[in-house]
């Protein structure tokens, strides 16, 4: 009983769900096999699309470890497609295992029984191959927990923000709070975190998903 989880899905929107849900996995499984090969823009803009809708489908159902790995392979997609990154084998493999990680998040959705898979682990991986940072036996990086600790920007962190700058986006700090007293409290936040996520590029969140 302890390990139960409830998601907001009806059963009867439960099929139509995880046939859009495995499409996209298919999609995106396919398409970082095909990066091993070729590293082309439609394969990318596929992957990238595929990575958008599973995390938007998950924040749908409440689904939060699923919604943040998406959206962290999510940005590391983006970033092959603007050539920061190289998706190289050993990254694909990377990809590979999350979206195996995926398959059994999708699974805790149909279940409602929690899978067991370390969500952390796979997360500080692709982090680290997003920030280039070395991570901390905990799975988090020094930068990581002095951001989640003080707000601070981390050094690959700022670089991205500038980057962003020199692009012509504007920059905002956004500061969400919700009444402890209300429902579901945490879930409210971690639903304007994704609808942040829907509208423009995450760089920073405190406190994590």
Same mark, same amino acid.
């Given at each position: 009983?302890? @390990? &139960?989880?409830? +998601? /907001? !899905?009806?059963? #009867?929107?439960? /099929?139509?769900?995880? =046939?859009?849900? @495995?499409?996209?996995?298919?999609?995106?499984?396919?398409?970082?096999?095909?990066?091993?090969?070729?590293?082309?823009? $439609?394969?990318? @803009?596929?992957?990238?699309?595929? *990575?958008?809708?599973?995390?938007?489908?998950?924040?749908?159902?409440?689904?939060?470890?699923?919604? #943040?790995?998406?959206?962290?392979?999510?940005?590391? +997609? /983006?970033?092959?497609?603007?050539?920061?990154?190289?998706?190289?084998?050993?990254?694909?493999?990377?990809?590979?295992?999350?979206? $195996?990680?995926?398959?059994?998040?999708? #699974?805790?959705?149909?279940?409602?029984? *929690?899978?067991?898979?370390?969500? @952390? =682990?796979?997360?500080?991986?692709?982090?680290? !191959?997003? =920030?280039?940072?070395? &991570?901390?036996?905990?799975?988090?990086?020094?930068?990581?927990?002095?951001?989640?600790?003080?707000?601070?920007?981390?050094?690959?962190?700022?670089?991205?923000?500038?980057?962003?700058?020199?692009?012509?986006?504007?920059? +905002?700090?956004?500061?969400?709070?919700?009444?402890?007293?209300? +429902?579901?409290?945490?879930?409210?936040?971690? &639903?304007?975190? !994704?609808?942040?996520? #829907?509208?423009?590029?995450?760089?920073? &969140?405190?406190?994590?998903?």
């Amino acid at each position: 009983m302890g @390990n &139960q989880l409830v +998601f /907001d !899905i009806e059963a #009867d929107e439960m /099929d139509i769900f995880l =046939d859009e849900v @495995n499409e996209h996995l298919q999609a995106m499984e396919s398409g970082i096999l095909d990066l091993e090969q070729v590293h082309d823009a $439609d394969t990318l @803009n596929r992957v990238f699309r595929a *990575a958008h809708t599973i995390k938007a489908l998950a924040g749908t159902v409440g689904h939060h470890h699923m919604a #943040d790995l998406t959206h962290t392979m999510e940005t590391l +997609f /983006d970033a092959m497609r603007t050539g920061e990154i190289t998706p190289t084998s050993e990254v694909a493999d990377s990809l590979l295992s999350t979206v $195996d990680i995926l398959k059994a998040l999708r #699974d805790e959705i149909s279940s409602g029984e *929690a899978s067991g898979v370390e969500v @952390n =682990d796979v997360l500080a991986e692709l982090r680290m !191959i997003l =920030d280039g940072e070395p &991570q901390a036996a905990n799975g988090q990086s020094g930068a990581t927990r002095s951001v989640a600790a003080t707000g601070e920007l981390s050094a690959a962190q700022t670089g991205q923000a500038k980057q962003l700058l020199q692009k012509g986006y504007a920059l +905002f700090e956004v500061v969400v709070h919700t009444d402890p007293a209300s +429902f579901a409290p945490s879930a409210r936040l971690s &639903q304007a975190a !994704i609808a942040l996520m #829907d509208i423009g590029e995450l760089i920073s &969140q405190v406190p994590s998903m």
